[in-house]
């Protein structure tokens, strides 16, 4: 079993930053491989951010590429994600996910078994 819990949420200036962690605990974190998603109002969870479990290889929706960097600290147990330039299309409730699964598909939810509670992210124009 894995617990992940998201912090770093809350309200900003289009323009302004954020940074986003995500603390793991009870399953080897240094072993799996993370992403981070988020769910705006009506809209379908999306793929925002993943990194592998070594944080070699990282990878990013077209959307937040350039803006959004994700990173991980595996002596700490935590991922995180740096948000800059935020828009207000960026408002959304962001999830931390990990994956156990042999194969990974880093942008599919279905390849990622435990997930956070989620934090917002209000980006205000």
């Known amino acids: 079993q894995a617990q992940l819990v998201e912090s770093g949420g809350g309200l900003v200036q289009a323009g302004g930053s954020l940074r986003l962690s995500c603390a793991a605990s009870?399953?080897?974190?240094?072993?799996?491989?993370m992403g981070w998603f988020r769910q705006a109002p009506g809209k379908e969870r999306e793929f925002v951010a993943a990194?592998?479990?070594?944080?070699?290889?990282?990878y990013y929706a077209d959307s937040v590429k350039g803006r959004f960097t994700i990173s991980r600290d595996n002596a700490k147990n935590t991922m995180y994600l740096q948000m800059n330039s935020l828009k207000p299309e960026d408002t959304a409730v962001y999830y931390c996910?990990?994956?156990?699964?042999?194969?990974?598909?880093?942008?599919?939810?279905?390849?990622?078994?435990?997930w956070g509670q989620g934090t917002q992210v209000t980006v205000s124009s």
């Open positions: 009870g399953r080897t974190f240094s072993s799996s491989n």
């Open positions: 990194i592998s479990y070594s944080g070699g290889s990282t």
């Open positions: 996910a990990a994956s156990t699964a042999g194969f990974w598909n880093v942008y599919s939810q279905r390849s990622y078994t435990y």
